[in-house]
Nanobody, 122 residues
């Protein structure tokens, strides 16, 4: 069974940085796409970034491009999200997720962690 556990969230001032981690078990993440999404209070889920399996190609939402960096450590079976120049609008619950082969978008992913809270004060 695939399990994902996020960590690294917290309270930070505007302009600060945080590094989120997502530890995976039950799956070798190098073979599957892994993504980060977020959900702010009262809002829907928002795509943040994704790293594909074999090729390792990366995509970012326009709202975080140039500030966030997704990476993967295959030896640790973990995915990370380095967040720099944080803004109050980045405040949200951040989740990592992955899906089975055939899941074409993150909205079709079946495996999600419990989330880690990121709060950016102005």
């Amino acid at each position: 069974q695939v399990q994902l556990v996020e960590s690294g969230g917290g309270l930070v001032q505007s302009g600060g940085s945080l590094r989120l981690s997502c530890a995976a078990s039950g799956r070798t993440i190098s073979r599957y796409a892994m993504c980060w999404i977020r959900q702010a209070p009262g809002k829907g889920r928002e795509f943040v970034s994704i790293i594909s399996g074999e090729s390792g190609s990366i995509l970012y939402a326009d709202s975080v491009k140039g500030r966030f960096t997704i990476s993967r450590d295959n030896a640790k079976n973990a995915v990370y999200l380095q967040m720099n120049s944080l803004k109050p609008e980045d405040t949200a619950l951040y989740y990592c997720g992955t899906g089975d082969v055939g899941a074409l978008t993150w909205k079709q992913y079946d495996y999600w962690g419990q989330g880690t809270q990121v709060t950016v004060s102005s």
